[in-house]
């Protein structure tokens, strides 16, 4: 028996990373998924993994930072599947780089779409839906970049920390209709998000992230899958409001570096990418 069993999920930027490694252990324990993505051709390939893992999974070509968008990706998994119980607004992107006094307004408010806007529409549109059933579960992407300066780029930040404090004062909305509302903050995890920027792609990002926090390896997508797995299932019936950590201890105390591992590797400017110009 699998943990979701009988249970529809709805998980933007599925197409790759994060999100793809959360719909393939969704799948994995029984749900049906719906993969809300910009990416046709990563969505389709997430859609194959899902169902090469035992699960129900379609495709919705979906622009998080647009209403009838993410309107018609929680009207899909209703469609297709006949409910939905689990929300998760995972999609993001580095969005603006660089010194606050070089940032555009435009480019501010695209980050702010994509990062934050897309928030609060998965929220709004999935609320209605996960009353009809007498509950559900809510889960956001945030990032440690939420919980303190210098982890992401400024508009990446500011939106994170947004999505923290958002997911906290919509639990406390909608607790009484049994809908739980959290949001998990990975630290550096080994996704295209960060090693398409790094030099050397991905191999060079497993060891630069090896070495920022005291467990020394970087993060997976199965990391931050398996919170989102309990976030999602019945085991956290009592759990909401929350930010979860899931960060090989980074914010305990401020980078760690181990004995051999040299001086602390530079970061490159625009490592959360993919990035706007400045
Ligand atoms: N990788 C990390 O270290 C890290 C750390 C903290 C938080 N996060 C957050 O995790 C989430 C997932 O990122 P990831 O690391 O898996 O990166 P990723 O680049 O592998 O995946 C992001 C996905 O989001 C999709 N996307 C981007 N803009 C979109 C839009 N407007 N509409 C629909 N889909 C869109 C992309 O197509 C992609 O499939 C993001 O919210 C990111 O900010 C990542």
Redesign the pocket.
Known sequence: MGRLDGKVAVI??A?????RGTAIRFAGEGAAVVIA???VE?GEAAVRDCKENGGRAVFQK????AEADVKAAVARAVKEFGRLDIMYN????GGAVGPIDETTVENWDKSLA?LLRSVFLGMKFAIPEMRKLGGGSIIS?A???GLRGGAGPHAYSAAKAAVINLTRSVALEVGKDRIRVNCIC????N????NTHVPGGEPVAEQFLALIQPIPRA?H?QDIAAMALFLASDDSEWVTGTAMVVDGGLTAGGAVFGQDSGPAPVIPGNFAGPSFEK
């Not at 197409?15 to 999100?19: C, F, R, T, V």
């Open positions: 933007t930027g197409a790759s990373g994060i999100g993505d910009l990416n990563g979906t622009d998080v930072s995972n999609a993001g992107l994509i992407t990032s440690v970049a990975p630290g550096g995890v996704t295209p998000l960060i993060g997508p």
